[in-house]
């Protein structure tokens, strides 16, 4: 299977992520809340630390499935922290192979990740938040959020007025929220869908 037609059929089996995907209706404050609930939960039934692991399992094994279909190399790897848990695929040896998953901008990871979150709900009835890492680029990523979130800032201090970013998934709009609060800024989310966005201010 070629790069264009795995990217092609994946993203053509993603839900729309507005169904899935827990808070990409949200800003950040409701986010952050989220996390707070998931954390409280850690000690409960809500996201225990067996159903994490749980949830791990079968997005590995989902996801193990989908590179043998493909015919992609990849090593997963599981990691359970602040109550959501962290699948990282990453290559075995030089390969454009696991690029295709990825995607222009991240988008068929994105997808990627929708389908995993529906394999976890469908073989637990639990709701996942799991995130999905592919050859490191969500930590690429991290580091171009954090530079768009200071250059954004550096408007704000020049012309005085709020500047909106382009849209972005509910996983990125958090890192930057969180990147604008420590500059002592304010963010805020709006827009629906795939046009949800940040709106950086002074106040």
Do not use: C, W
Not at 54 to 66: I, R, S
Not at 114 to 141: F, K, Q, W
Not at 156 to 171: F, N
Request: hydrophobic share 40%; glycine share 8%.
């Amino acid at each position: 299977m070629s790069a264009e037609s795995t990217e092609h059929a994946i993203s053509a089996e993603a839900p729309d992520q507005d169904t899935f995907q827990d808070d990409v209706q949200v800003d950040s404050n409701q986010e952050a809340g989220d996390e707070s609930q998931d954390a409280a939960a850690g000690s409960g039934k809500g996201t225990s630390a067996s159903r994490l692991e749980e949830e791990g399992d079968v997005a590995a094994d989902y996801l193990e499935e989908l590179l043998d279909i493909a015919d992609i190399d990849g090593d997963i790897d599981i990691e359970v922290r602040n109550g959501r848990t962290y699948i990282s695929i990453v290559a075995e040896e030089d390969s454009s192979g696991l690029e295709s998953l990825v995607g222009a901008d991240g988008e068929v990871l994105e997808a990627l990740q929708e389908l995993t979150r529906l394999a976890v709900l469908s073989a637990t009835e639990n709701r996942s938040r799991l995130v999905l890492d592919i050859n490191g680029y969500r930590a690429d990523r991290a580091g171009d959020l954090q530079q768009i979130a200071e250059d954004a800032i550096a408007s704000v201090k020049d012309t005085g007025k709020s500047v909106a970013l382009a849209p972005m998934s509910a996983y990125e709009r958090k890192i930057v929220h969180d990147a604008v609060a420590d500059l002592g800024f304010v963010s805020e989310s709006e827009g629906e869908g795939a046009d949800r966005h940040i709106v950086v201010s002074a106040d």
